[in-house]
């Protein structure tokens, strides 16, 4: 794109900050339409930049978010002035999503992809059972929990945290396997995968102990068998202030005590 002359759109979530916040941008630079757009200027938090990320999957354009939310990992800090500066001099970050592949007892199947996490969670009070393959090996017969999940790098400060799962550093190439309140094994914290493994959950009496698989925001209820794997065909990518970037954020966040 052309430094000088980079065409930006302007989207935000319903927020009353964000939309008080896209009026003040308004008065100080001339937007195009999304699909006339260099680069998408986003206004929310990191639920609105997921949403984003989902909505507008086909357009291939560069997000530069700035936050009106509450973390907002996912974007920048807010300021009016300068934007086409740190815009032509952001740093670009593009993410893979993983692919789920969920099919249920009565044997429908439904794909969906996530930027941040697959999660299987228990829907009714008893525990969850699964079984756990990673490339077609069983590597854990019996995972007894309220479910488990399968973490991007971007996704491993979110849920997976929440969960004591690691934090993953953005050119590591691994995605983190994290258990969510495991009953058996005890011991049993997790595994570190590659991001070109096929992991695979099949389901121990899901009438009886049903469960549910979602990505992101997308939910599958009565699952039987879930298969997850990086999706290298469809990416989203994300521009950050040169002085503080993905990476730097989650090495920031592994010394925080």
């Given at each position: 794109?052309?430094?000088?002359?980079?065409?930006?759109?302007?989207?935000?979530?319903?927020?009353?900050m964000a939309q008080k916040s896209?009026?003040?941008?308004?008065?100080?630079?001339?937007?195009?339409?999304?699909?006339?757009?260099?680069?998408?200027?986003?206004?929310?938090?990191?639920?609105?930049?997921?949403?984003?990320?989902?909505?507008?999957?086909?357009?291939?354009?560069?997000?530069?978010?700035?936050?009106?939310?509450?973390?907002?990992?996912?974007?920048?800090?807010?300021?009016?002035?300068?934007?086409?500066?740190?815009?032509?001099?952001?740093?670009?970050?593009?993410?893979?999503?993983?692919?789920?592949?969920?099919?249920?007892?009565?044997?429908?199947?439904?794909e969906a992809l996530a930027f941040?996490?697959?999660?299987?969670?228990?829907?009714?009070?008893?525990?969850?059972?699964?079984?756990?393959?990673?490339?077609?090996?069983?590597?854990?017969?019996?995972?007894?929990?309220?479910?488990?999940?399968?973490?991007?790098?971007?996704?491993?400060?979110?849920?997976?945290?929440?969960?004591?799962?690691?934090?993953?550093?953005?050119?590591?190439?691994?995605?983190?396997?994290?258990?969510?309140?495991?009953?058996?094994?005890?011991?049993?914290?997790?595994?570190?995968?590659?991001?070109?493994?096929?992991?695979?959950?099949?389901?121990?009496?899901?009438?009886?102990?049903?469960?549910?698989?979602?990505?992101?925001?997308?939910?599958?209820?009565?699952?039987?068998?879930?298969?997850?794997?990086?999706?290298?065909?469809?990416?989203?990518?994300?521009?950050?202030?040169?002085?503080?970037?993905?990476?730097?954020?989650?090495?920031?966040?592994?010394?925080?005590?």
């Amino acid at each position: 794109m052309s430094r000088n002359n980079v065409k930006l759109a302007l989207v935000n979530d319903d927020s009353v900050m964000a939309q008080k916040s896209a009026e003040q941008l308004k008065k100080q630079y001339d937007f195009v339409s999304v699909g006339q757009a260099d680069v998408v200027v986003a206004l929310g938090g990191d639920g609105y930049m997921l949403h984003l990320f989902h909505a507008l999957l086909d357009i291939d354009k560069p997000f530069f978010g700035m936050n009106m939310g509450t973390v907002g990992f996912l974007l920048n800090e807010f300021k009016e002035d300068g934007l086409i500066d740190r815009i032509n001099e952001a740093i670009p970050f593009k993410m893979y999503p993983l692919k789920m592949n969920a099919e249920t007892v009565t044997g429908e199947c439904q794909e969906a992809l996530a930027f941040n996490e697959v999660s299987l969670l228990r829907e009714t009070r008893q525990t969850a059972k699964i079984k756990i393959f990673v490339d077609d090996k069983m590597r854990l017969e019996e995972l007894v929990c309220d479910g488990i999940l399968v973490s991007t790098p971007a996704g491993s400060t979110a849920y997976n945290l929440s969960a004591h799962g690691p934090i993953i550093p953005m050119h590591s190439n691994i995605l983190a396997l994290t258990p969510i309140s495991a009953f058996r094994p005890r011991r049993w914290r997790g595994a570190l995968v590659s991001q070109n493994s096929k992991i695979r959950f099949e389901i121990s009496h899901p009438e009886k102990r049903p469960v549910s698989a979602v990505a992101d925001t997308i939910e599958v209820r009565n699952v039987k068998n879930v298969t997850v794997t990086q999706d290298q065909t469809n990416s989203q990518t994300l521009l950050f202030d040169k002085e503080h970037t993905l990476e730097e954020r989650i090495l920031n966040e592994q010394f925080i005590c």
